[in-house]
């Protein structure tokens, strides 16, 4: 089934020998924004990578093809609500095999993005460990320990517990660098109580440890941490009361598995009036800058990997 697999004319020769490609979830559009602020996102979130001069590459399933880099009408169909699956990595042999449309999380977008040599992803906040005495735990967060890359995010998200999930990734071997801030952005929230080791001041120096990483073959993605931009930022106290309320809300209404985290993203845009979605669309515009920027450093540095066939 060669052909279950696809990677786009244009984003091929963007890897091959072009400016670099940005690898984009779908889930984010298929369940995590509302109509029409996932077209909304695409549009912006592509705008932004075109105009550093890279290439994006949305993924997703697709008529029973895993798909990197899907076009215009492709995407078009992932913004009807419930239309799309939300697929994590396990999930890709089922959603290729049953030909459902699949918005792939994190952890099935880094996963295609490297098999297509795709080495920069972008995001607005990971997946993790959630708050709780015996918590659930984000796929995200084992493939980002086996697969190489780097993703640009703003940590994780504010529903997520942001120290159990540092301790988590330390444990798994997943460095994450601050873009230029030391402590580790909380998504909707400028920074958590999280110190960062790692720090680089500019999309090239982060281009530089990707290039490092690349070249060692260690085994993890690299989790670029771009805080959200100021003027979006919310209220770290006013954020977490709201995840809080919305947690309280998931638990009453028996929420859980892979529906609770867009029950909770839609919780918080109506506790914060709106203005975690205004400040959710702001941060991933500008993850996906970075990112971009990121890729056409890496590819002037003269580092082409390998592109699956």
């Known amino acids: 089934m060669a052909e279950a697999f696809e990677i786009a004319d244009e984003v091929r020769a963007a890897t091959d020998h072009g400016p670099g490609a940005v690898a984009l979830e779908t889930s984010v559009i298929g369940q995590g ?55 994590a990595r396990r999930d890709l042999p089922a959603a290729v095999a049953t030909r459902v449309l699949g918005a792939t999380t994190v952890s099935a977008t880094i996963w295609a993005a490297a098999r297509a040599g795709v080495r920069v992803g972008a995001t607005g906040g990971i997946g993790g460990v959630h708050p709780g005495e015996d918590p659930d735990v984000s796929a995200d967060l084992l493939e980002l320990a086996r697969t190489p890359g780097m993703l640009v995010c703003s940590g994780p998200k504010s529903i997520i517990d942001p120290v159990a999930t540092a301790e988590r990734l330390e444990e798994l071997g997943v460095v994450t660098v601050g873009h230029v801030v030391d402590r580790l952005p909380f998504f909707l929230a400028p920074h958590a109580p999280v110190d960062l080791e790692h720090v680089v001041a500019s999309p090239a120096e982060a281009a530089a440890f990707a290039d490092a990483a690349f070249a060692l073959g260690t085994p993890s993605t690299i989790l670029l941490a771009n805080p959200v931009p100021a003027a979006s930022a919310m209220d770290a106290a006013e954020v977490a009361a709201a995840a809080a309320d919305a947690e309280a809300r998931a638990d009453a209404a028996g929420v859980g598995g892979k529906a609770r985290t867009p029950f909770l993203l839609s919780a918080l845009a109506e506790l914060t009036g709106g203005r975690s979605l205004e400040a959710n669309l702001a941060l991933l515009e500008d993850n996906a800058r970075v990112a971009a920027e990121v890729a056409v450093a890496l590819a002037a540095r003269g580092r082409s990997p390998a592109v699956a066939t």
Do not use: H
Request: proline share 7%.
């Open 33 to 87: 924004l509302p109509v029409p602020r996932n077209a909304e996102c695409v549009t912006r979130m592509s705008g932004a990578i075109r105009a550093a001069g890279a290439v994006p590459a949305w993924i997703g399933t697709v008529d029973g093809r895993l798909v990197v880099g899907l076009d215009d009408g492709q995407l078009a169909r992932f913004y009807e609500p419930g239309v799309a699956a939300k697929v």
